[in-house]
């Protein structure tokens, strides 16, 4: 039975992905709704069904009060009939109409409608650009993601659970006292009225309070992340003081926000204890007075204590549920600031995927300013032949970086265009695009997964002998046979810790190395790919190396000069412009800038008075 329930809908089933998502918080929610709908009708109807069952219990006992006044012999002969079938609709009928409520509430939607939220908003953040992701917290935006799908499935389990449940149930109170007597309505109506002001009061001060809560949180999160990512820098540098003052004042400000709300569900409990003593006293004293009058039966009082008590009891409830329902359309919201954002780094219309021939690369008066006056790059023009090796020279900020992230199509460019193989990158796919490309950064980072499953990233359909022929290339296969992480997992089923940290760099940048041998693509952009090694592993690798680059394309961005001295080619960049190129001989025959970072090497680096060549 669970099992039908739980797969009433399929949170992973097919949709349109769309590059803008609604910007409207109600439109945001029905569109993530529409696999739902015809579950959500269905639940409307039992919501209003149980809540009429409960005023008709009501009614029944009223009915029971008022048929006790004969002799038990006549109340069994003329209404026996009557109470056995209410004791079989409470003992069957009642239970099973709950079960189906409950069920469709517990199993069908609660679950399905957070995890749809999750997946769908989990895919279309993974679509965003590179900068996209560096202009934000990384805990903040998981934080959201985490904590927007079970906000939006407790929204609209209240809608069904108490807000469908409580408009029926008043107006089936209304209903039901009208029908006892008509002037019993009126304080419940009056009372409705006044319920409604005090519900419009609440709601409207608590959707901004909970998003100001939320969005404290998320702060919270942000800097509490930013602080464990970076711990290897806390310790360093010993700013733990520092680290606990500035996650303090986020703290801080989430209690504070966190007691602005709290004061409205203060005030609204002493409202609402108010109003319900208005209600007791207005119905059941009126109807105690009519019945002192002889204008009203016991049956009508007894209907009229039980619905008022019941009311009473359920108003706190019912108040709370809205109050709950839109404090989560709150987090929603501020959930809505992530997850609905524009996806603003997308495929043409008719993209389709690069078709790589030779591997030709045409750079075609490029610039790239990130937005700004300057920086990046400035009216470069550069064809990069098939096969052809060249290495990339520059101070900090020449805009080295930024040529192979517009080659990688991590931003578009702002004027220009880079071709391959005649293909603009614009108008191809980016999957297709990166395919053709294997890329080794100078911070080689890893996934929090196994050694296998990291190399496994350069190639999925990779057999177990091509993994353990690319570690050994990468000169990484003897070490991973002797990692062991702490649930005791060896070898290449070794995790290696967040981002790689429980590697050393240079054991992270060999397996970052044997990740791209096994990709093997035909296009290869190095960014200081053997910065992290030790002399010793780096001579054995420089020639791994040159042999990976034979029939490929090869751009590398080099720091430690000799590593690029057999380069076809070598392009200066300074300022964004390239204001040299030429073979290593050559451009040292010209007495140029290269020359002068050349001749004030020091082991093989840049010395201090060009400063860090590292972007």
Known sequence: MFKFFESLIDPYCPYP???????????????????????FVVATLLSIIVATVEIGLIWAMGWV?????????????????????????????????QALDVMLLNNTILP??????????????????VGWFEDDFAGRIANRIMQTPPAAGEAVFQVFDAVTFALAYALGAVILLGQADARLAIPLLLWLVLYGLLIRWTVVRVGPASQAASDARSEVTGRVVDAYANIHSVKMFAHHAQEEEYARDAIENTRVTFQREMRLY??????????????IVGV??????LWMQGQTSVGAVAAATALTLRLNAMTGWIMWALTSFFRQMGV???????????????????????ELRDGRIEIDDLSHHYG??????????????????????????????????????????EQGAIRIDGQNICAVTQDSLRRQIGMVQQDSSLLHRSIRDNLLYGRP?????EIIAAAKRAEAHDFILDLEDPQGRRGYDAHVGERGVKLSGGQRQRITLARVMLKNAPILLLDEATSALDSEVEAAIQQTLYGMMEGKTVIAIAHRLSTIARMDRILVLDEGRIVEQGSHDVLLQQGGLYAGFWARQSGGFLNAEEAEAAE
């Open 17 to 39: 992905k769309r590059d803008t998502p609604p910007h409207t918080l109600w439109a945001f929610m029905w569109d993530y709704a529409q696999p739902f709908k015809g579950v």
């Open 65 to 97: 009060v008022d048929i006790l006044g004969g002799s038990p012999e006549q109340v069994w002969d003329q209404y026996g009939g009557w109470l056995i079938a209410l004791a079989v609709f409470l003992l069957v009928l009642r239970p099973a109409i």
């Open 112 to 129: 399905n409608f957070g995890t749809l939220i999750r997946w769908r908003a989990h895919r279309h953040v993974l679509r965003q650009s």
């Open 266 to 279: 203060t005030i609204m409990d002493v409202t609402l204890t108010m109003l319900n003593g208005f209600l």
């Open 284 to 289: 059941v004293g009126w109807a105690i007075g």
């Open 332 to 354: 929603v919201a501020e959930g809505m600031e992530t997850i609905a954002q524009p996806i603003d780094l997308t495929d043409a219309p008719d993209a389709k995927p690069l």
């Open 372 to 413: 700004r006056d300057r920086g990046g790059l400035d009216h470069v023009s550069v064809t990069i032949a098939p096969g052809e090796k060249i290495g990339l020279v520059g101070r900090s900020g020449a805009g080295k970086s930024t040529l192979i992230k517009l080659l990688l199509r991590f931003y578009d460019v």
């Open 461 to 465: 359909e990779a057999t177990e002998a």
